[in-house]
């Protein structure tokens, strides 16, 4: 756990509770009671059952959900509103298809009024770090899935946001496309360490990426009930480091530690399919 003056992100006693439509007033719990810090220039993965709440935590980082009680804060800071020292990339792709690999790149900093030879200046330096300075006149529909990943990560970082909520961002793309997007990763990272909470359902991701793994228990009222930290050495190269003792040693504690919580969740998930049938 970072100290108070190293943490870039403080999620604190958060609980998010939803009314269900047409349920007799009936409420379910999301989160519960879970508090969380990241601290400055710290990479860490959030892992645990389908549907525990850890999207739902993502969106409370990002001001895009308001606790029920809790609060969060950034740089030291209360969040209010929109949190904009952050920048979000979603498990979908968020990519305008009637804009050019480019024009997507440039968008945030159009809207932020940059002028206009710097916002081209900085896309295209941004789309030679990500191997697509020869592509940048190409749409969506013309890029692969991996190129539209990279494209998409350009997107956040040309705006510099000092944290990076990422939302299993890599989960659709085949396993081989998939390593190469997390290698991406780590190198566009290790530049300048920004602060990062990744969502992911793969653990042997979570370790590859990360410093610190954080288990979420199956919902309801999700909360964390396991941290390790990864004393993985960087550079990595995700491929190669799983091949390595160690990470096999904190594969098989952490997946002890979240076993059962996803053999709930499962279990969960069966009967709620039994019951819409």
């Known amino acids: 756990m970072p100290n108070q003056a190293g943490v870039a992100l403080a999620l604190d006693s958060i609980t998010v509770t939803f009314s269900a439509r047409g349920a007799g007033g009936r ?21 645990g059952p389908t549907g525990c709440g850890k999207s739902t935590l993502l969106n409370v980082a990002a001001g895009l959900l308001e606790p029920s009680s809790g609060s969060v804060r950034v740089l030291g800071a209360p969040l209010a509103g929109l949190n904009r020292d952050a920048g979000y990339m979603f498990q979908a792709d968020a990519l305008l298809p009637w804009l050019s690999a480019r024009a997507n790149v440039e968008l945030g900093l159009k809207y932020r009024g940059v002028a206009a030879a710097e916002v081209h200046e900085r896309a295209q330096q941004w789309l030679g770090r990500i191997g697509l300075a020869a592509h940048g006149e190409r749409y969506p529909h013309q890029l692969s899935g991996g190129m539209k990943k990279r494209v998409a990560l350009a997107q956040m970082l040309i705006l510099d946001p000092k944290i990076l909520l990422m939302d299993e961002p890599f989960s659709a793309l085949d396993i081989q496309t998939r390593q190469l997007m997390e290698n991406e990763l780590l190198e566009l990272w290790s530049a300048d360490r920004k602060s990062v909470v990744f969502i992911t359902h793969d653990l042997e991701e979570a370790i590859a990426l990360s410093d610190r793994v954080v288990v979420l228990s199956a919902g309801p009222a999700t909360r964390p009930i396991g941290e390790f930290v990864i004393d993985l050495p960087r550079p990595r190269d995700v491929n190669e480091i799983r091949l390595t003792p160690r990470f096999v040693e904190l594969h098989t504690q952490i997946w002890h530690a979240m076993k059962d919580e996803v053999l709930k969740g499962y279990a969960q998930t069966q009967r709620a399919d039994a019951e819409h049938a």
Not at 35 to 47: D, Q, R
Request: aromatic letters at 10%; proline letters at 0%.
């Open 27 to 47: 409420t379910y719990t999301a989160v519960g009671d879970t508090t969380l810090k990241i601290a400055t220039g710290e990479f860490v993965s959030i892992v």
